[in-house]
């Protein structure tokens, strides 16, 4: 890789803050516990989930998280039971159900 390639890359990884750990999405059945750590060492991207463009917080209602996450499970053999991530997380994590 060339000097300049290089620096520029350090540059635009260093300009980024680091994700949080974990992201608490509420939710009716019960908050969703997304642990940015877990997916970062499966090595998904960022724009797997943030899509093109800045990377910032995800917008997510019932539906977008339901095609974009469990889409994204479904593909890649992760859990897609509702307890999955809602009644397991929610025991774990001690986020409150609604």
Request: hydrophobic share 35%.
């Given at each position: 890789?060339?000097?300049?390639?290089?620096?520029l890359?350090?540059l635009?990884a260093?300009?980024?803050?680091?994700?949080?750990?974990?992201v608490?999405?509420?939710?009716k059945?019960?908050?969703v516990?997304f642990?940015h750590?877990?997916?970062?060492?499966?090595?998904?991207?960022?724009?797997?989930?943030h899509?093109?463009?800045p990377?910032g917080?995800v917008?997510?209602?019932?539906?977008?998280?339901?095609a974009?996450c469990?889409?994204?499970?479904?593909?890649?053999?992760?859990?897609?039971a509702?307890?999955?991530?809602h009644?397991?997380?929610?025991?774990?994590e001690?986020?409150?159900?609604?």
């Amino acid at each position: 890789m060339p000097a300049t390639a290089l620096l520029l890359l350090t540059l635009v990884a260093g300009a980024l803050p680091p994700p949080p750990a974990k992201v608490v999405i509420p939710a009716k059945l019960g908050d969703v516990v997304f642990q940015h750590d877990r997916h970062l060492s499966r090595r998904e991207t960022c724009r797997a989930c943030h899509g093109a463009g800045p990377i910032g917080k995800v917008p997510l209602g019932k539906d977008r998280a339901h095609a974009l996450c469990t889409g994204c499970h479904k593909e890649k053999s992760g859990p897609t039971a509702c307890s999955s991530c809602h009644a397991i997380h929610r025991a774990e994590e001690g986020g409150t159900g609604r």
